[in-house]
């Protein structure tokens, strides 16, 4: 299995003007985080807008960055839902050259703790490949609780868990209690500093798809018990995550992206792009870190 920890990137889907996938785009990127030192590359997480995308652009999505990456970095694999049976189902559509699974608990239907844990213990069984918890009560509506993640974490197929519950207390004890090989993995860019120095393994990042060489570095000397150095990384890129995510993931991002000339900041409706004073205040912002 695996060992999915360091920073992992949720890569954005770049777009055209026509709404179109900008697979051009796209390959610049997946070359930025290679060169940028991120240790894996998730493809279509909620940040890459996988809820606008078709079976048939995911699948083009996730090619294109398999030949772009060519090995060099493992590949995460966004696939979750509010169907059991249908994810599953949808595990046997993915191809060779994915290292592991992402999904989501299930939203909407806000199951109980029983549910969340059934459903994903379906899901193991229905493949080989490792899979990550993805943990996020905003997004789905329901909050996957400590004792359901630890109950998970003995299944040998289900490594980590992507956390985004922003209970710290919650994401202790599953790091107090978690077995040897079960990964907790932060889901917030603005406390993986924090988490590291709780006992993390890493990240899963929206930031580090505008500033992988920054993000990286932070989360390797944090992880090295080099908490000067990461402390000092850590602020000097915590106003630029806060722009980020002010008016919506991905819309800041790709601000940021379109900043250093990798894409677009075009996303699908009904996402819509940021605010004019939030751009001036990103791009301004980017260009003084990078400087």
Do not use: W
Not at 190 to 214: F, M, R
């Amino acid at each position: 299995m695996k060992n999915f920890s360091g920073t992992g990137t949720a890569l954005v889907t770049p777009f055209k003007a026509d709404d179109s996938i900008d697979f051009e785009a796209l390959k610049g990127l997946v070359n930025l985080q290679i060169e940028g030192g991120v240790d894996f590359l998730v493809v279509q997480g909620t940040t890459g807008e996988s809820p606008t995308l078709s079976q048939k652009e995911k699948e083009e999505v996730l090619a294109c960055v398999t030949e772009v990456n060519k090995g060099k970095l493992p590949i995460v694999y966004g696939v979750g839902g509010n169907d059991t049976k249908k994810v599953a189902e949808n595990f046997k559509l993915i191809p060779n050259g994915v290292d592991g699974i992402l999904s989501v608990s299930p939203y909407y239907n806000k199951p109980i703790q029983e549910g969340i844990y059934q459903h994903y213990k379906y899901l193991a069984e229905a493949t080989d490949l490792p899979i990550i918890l993805y943990n996020v009560p905003g997004r789905t509506g329901s909050n996957v609780s400590a004792e359901t993640t630890l109950r998970l974490a003995e299944i040998s197929n289900i490594v980590a868990m992507k956390e985004a519950s922003g209970n710290f207390d919650q994401m202790m004890e599953i790091i107090r209690c978690k077995p040897s090989g079960f990964n907790l993995l932060s889901g917030d860019d603005a406390v993986t500093l924090p988490l590291i120095a709780a006992g993390a393994s890493g990240v899963i990042s929206v930031v580090s798809n505008a500033l992988p060489e920054k993000f990286t570095k932070m989360v390797k000397a944090a992880l090295e018990n080099d908490f000067k150095t990461a402390r000092a990384i850590h602020y000097e890129l915590l106003l630029i995550t806060r722009y980020f995510f002010e008016e919506g993931n991905p819309g800041g991002v790709k601000v940021g992206l379109s900043a250093r000339n990798i894409m677009t900041d075009k996303m699908r409706l009904p996402l819509f792009p940021v605010s004019k004073g939030l751009e001036k205040r990103i791009v301004d912002e980017i260009m003084n870190i990078l400087k």
